[in-house]
């Protein structure tokens, strides 16, 4: 069962920037698909970035040109650089990975990372 640890949220101004982290408990080279997604209170979760086993990106309309999503696969580790973050931005940031089991395709949620932007 594959592990996935989200690092680096905190309380940050607006204007500011993050580096959110997610590493994986083994290789992430041949995940199909890994990305992040948030959850603000009262709020349906949503897809943040994707980033694809080859490297192809994708955002959310709203927030491309601030965010960006890579990878490091010799680290096992994903990012995701926010800036020019704002208060909506707050949110529950969580890591995702879908990976191939035997012709099946299995999602991997990490626990969360906390993401606070606020004067």
């Known amino acids: 069962q594959v592990q996935l640890v989200e690092s680096g949220g905190g309380l940050v101004q607006p204007g500011g920037s993050l580096r959110l982290s997610c590493v994986a408990s083994?290789?992430?080279?041949?995940?199909?698909?890994m990305g992040w997604y948030r959850q603000a209170p009262g709020r349906q979760r949503e897809q943040v970035a994707i980033?694809?086993?080859?490297?192809?990106?994708n955002y959310a309309d709203s927030l491309k040109g601030r965010f960006t999503i890579s990878k490091d696969n010799a680290k096992n580790t994903m990012y995701l650089q926010m800036n020019s973050l704002k208060p909506e931005d707050t949110a529950v940031y969580y890591c995702?990975?879908?990976?191939?089991?035997?012709?099946?395709?299995?999602?991997?949620w990490g626990q969360g990372t906390l993401v606070t932007v606020s004067s």
């Open positions: 980033i694809t086993r080859g490297g192809n990106t």
């Open positions: 083994r290789s992430i080279g041949g995940f199909v698909t």
């Open positions: 995702n990975a879908n990976i191939l089991a035997e012709d099946e395709i299995v999602a991997v």
